[in-house]
């Protein structure tokens, strides 16, 4: 019992509003079906979460972190057929309290415990400045279509963006390099590592949360 409540009171919420029923949607590695009358996930652990769904002929997504009891307010645009973030203030606030009210309670789907063993060990590496690096902060959304990054000066706001990863050392050779030099650096790919972190001003975490 104890635990359920700290569940409930540490939980966030992620609203979603109008989603048409028989969408496929997607939060860590649980997948689920809409209904009628879903509204969104509630018992969000705090952290990092990853939510996926159908947007007409595309799949789109977005990381999301959650600190204790943060609520997200997102609604279903027909016309793009696309989840979009509630950008009006005012809209905002009376649903983050409609939430805090309970109004939506048996609306909101529970987060599957079983996602919150896994999704962790996948995902602990990622931190906010990985999302700010890779272009995934704030809520934008990514698509495996998706061409624009969002550092791109004439992307279209609110679409999908691709993330921009670091770029790997593809060289194969360095000018004064010796033949055992080019065979060991080859062979053994630390060097090729240590220069790609360098690079990118990263450390391993960092490459590896990417």
């Not at 996926?52 to 999301?64: I, R």
Request: contains cysteine.
């Amino acid at each position: 019992a104890d635990e359920a409540r700290r569940r409930v009171y540490e939980g966030g919420v992620m609203l979603c509003m109008d989603v048409p029923q028989g969408t496929e949607m997607h939060c860590d590695l649980a997948g689920l079906v809409v209904g009628p009358k879903f509204r969104g996930i509630k018992m969000l652990p705090p952290g990092l979460h990853l939510f996926c769904w159908d947007a007409g002929q595309d799949k789109h997504a977005t990381l999301l972190l959650f600190p204790p009891g943060h609520v997200e307010t997102w609604i279903w645009d027909p016309k793009q057929e696309d989840l979009q973030t509630v950008s009006n203030a005012e809209e905002r606030e009376r649903l983050v309290y409609a939430v805090r009210n309970n109004s939506f309670d048996k609306e909101l789907g529970q987060y599957p415990e079983e996602a919150n063993f896994g999704w962790p060990r996948l995902s602990y590496l990622i931190t906010p400045a990985t999302l700010d690096r890779i272009g995934l902060s704030g809520g934008v959304k990514t698509s495996s279509s998706a061409t624009q990054t969002v550092f791109d000066s004439q992307r279209i706001e609110d679409a999908p963006v691709a993330p921009r990863f670091s770029k790997l050392c593809s060289e194969r050779r360095f000018e004064g390099m010796t033949p055992e030099q080019v065979s060991r650096y080859n062979m053994e790919g630390t060097q090729r590592l240590t220069h790609t972190l360098t690079a990118a001003s990263l450390e391993w975490r960092g490459l590896l949360a990417e």
